[in-house]
């Protein structure tokens, strides 16, 4: 098969998966964003436990071999055959960037037939479900959430937790109810265990965390249909802090462009005639 190189900006790590070709490894799958603008399902990053963990962050740019698997026909989808960490982070302005572009709806993206989209949702609620405090079952916790942060720990967390939200700016959107699967949230969740011994305690804290606080952030959900189902899962939640401008970009693929582009964009801005422009601007 074909294989192509890409630099990627992380925007997802999903949560790990049991491998079901190696017993003793784990998977990991990635949503990313390329230098065209363009969602990618990247899977597997494989590991094994005790033998280093996966190492990159959201934010982080990476260079991946990859391919067209063989077994998922869904368009973003993209086989990893090797990877090399950039060692660069991107900053969350940076981040912001890149999605807003992508920015839509689920209904919008049901209607285009894709896999992957970026949502701005106005939350409704948030449905909490505690399975168990238990935080000590290693299978539980790789196939639960899985979180490798911390190197050696068994923990697992079997909380659930769903949201109710409309897609912003979209008045064909009667409301959807999803589930958030967000391996870096899992760390909040996880210390909130730790404090918390009662149910009832636990739920009101992540309700407090993951929805109230959130109701005040610019709130942007990474959004991705599930392999069998095709049913929309939340994959990733962003919500950018607020940075000051005058700050060099290093995303090296959005600082491409040519003297004649930037004086071009720059023009269009200054007049604040960006679409009577007779070319659009990039």
Known sequence: ?????????????????KSKRNGDGYAV?????????????????????????????RNDLLEITVTRP???LRLESRKVLD????ERHAKDREMKELILPLVTSLERLNIEGTSLGVVKPKLLNI????NSLEIFDRQQ????????????????MPVEIKYTFR???????????????????????RNIIRKEKEPQAVKKRIREQ?????????????????????TWLITGIFYPEKESGNQRSILDFRQKRTSAEVKKRTACVITDKIQQCNEPCK
């Open 167 to 189: 897609c912003e700016g979209e008045e064909a959107c009667r409301g959807h109810k999803i589930i958030l699967l967000d391996w870096e949230l899992n760390e909040t969740v």
């Open 29 to 57: 799958g990635v949503t990313g964003i390329n230098k065209h603008g363009e969602l990618l399902r990247l899977y597997p990053f494989r590991f094994r436990y005790g033998e280093g963990l996966v190492d990159f962050r």
């Open 127 to 130: 449905e909490v479900k505690v």
């Open 210 to 230: 993951l929805f109230e606080h959130l109701k005040e952030k610019e709130l942007y959900f990474i959004m991705g249909t599930h392999f069998t189902y095709g």
């Open 141 to 156: 916790y790789f196939d639960t959430i899985g979180n490798f942060l911390e190197k050696g720990e068994k923990a697992g």
């Open 83 to 86: 990877y090399v960490n950039l």
């Open 70 to 72: 063989e077994n998922d």
């Open 1 to 17: 098969m074909k294989r192509e190189k890409e630099e990627i900006a992380v925007l997802v790590r999903a949560t790990p998966e």
